[in-house]
């Protein structure tokens, strides 16, 4: 029982430690990936599937606006969760493939600059599987997607947590809780089409 309650709270640190705040593009910010796919490799280091690699694709039809921004963080600070995946949920910002499945639609892509990079966030609303809705399992509640990719200037990588909880924090931090212990890896990224960054 010991070890049980041990790991538990081992975890819940863990996830806790993954707080992100989420870019609002500024005007400036060019959406220089417009019409690209990114491609590449994700590594599952935990989750629904430990160990495991799979193809990963990104479609981006078109960047997440600053109004929209601000209405999905306005909803999230009022209704939490719930309010911002309804609100994503009339947006489409492009597509979202892991495996070899049709994919999922990315309701928001936002592009950012860091340290000579571009910084690429990605949220959409996940599909849940029949056993969680059906046996209530705590998962159920991780109904968001997110991915994180850092392009250009080395060597392009990123991260994905397939099932996260999203939270509003003091200072319009968006906190990202990752149902799993590590998020996925993302290696070997390419982009095809847009303007590359460079």
């Known amino acids: 029982m010991r ?3 041990s790991q538990k709270l081992m975890c819940l640190a863990i996830c806790l430690s993954f707080g992100f705040l989420l870019p609002v593009p500024a005007h400036a910010q060019t959406p220089n990936l417009l019409g690209a796919s990114i ?3 994700v590594y599952f280091v935990g989750g629904f599937r430990p160990s495991r690699s799979r193809p990963f694709t990104l479609r981006v039809d078109r960047i997440t606006s600053p109004d929209e921004v601000r209405r999905l963080e306005d909803a999230l600070r009022s209704g939490g969760q ?3 995946l309804r609100e994503m949920s009339g947006m489409r910002a492009g597509r979202i493939q892991i495996g070899t499945g049709v994919g999922l639609t990315a309701n928001v892509i936002l592009t950012s600059p860091e340290d000579g ?3 690429v966030t990605v949220l959409y609303e996940r599909d849940l599987r029949i056993g969680e809705l059906r046996y209530g399992r705590r998962s159920a509640d991780y109904r968001v997607g997110y991915a994180e990719m850092y392009l ?6 990123g991260m994905l947590i397939p099932a996260a909880y999203v939270r509003m924090r003091e200072g319009n931090v968006w906190e990202v809780e ?6 996925a890896r993302l290696m070997g990224l ?3 089409g847009g303007r590359v960054p460079r």
């Open 178 to 183: 990752d149902f799993g212990t590590f998020p």
């Open 3 to 5: 070890t049980r309650k």
């Open 152 to 157: 250009g200037g080395g060597a392009n990588e």
């Open 39 to 41: 491609t590449g490799t």
């Open 190 to 192: 390419r982009i095809r």
């Open 117 to 119: 990079r571009t910084k």
């Open 82 to 84: 719930d309010a911002l």
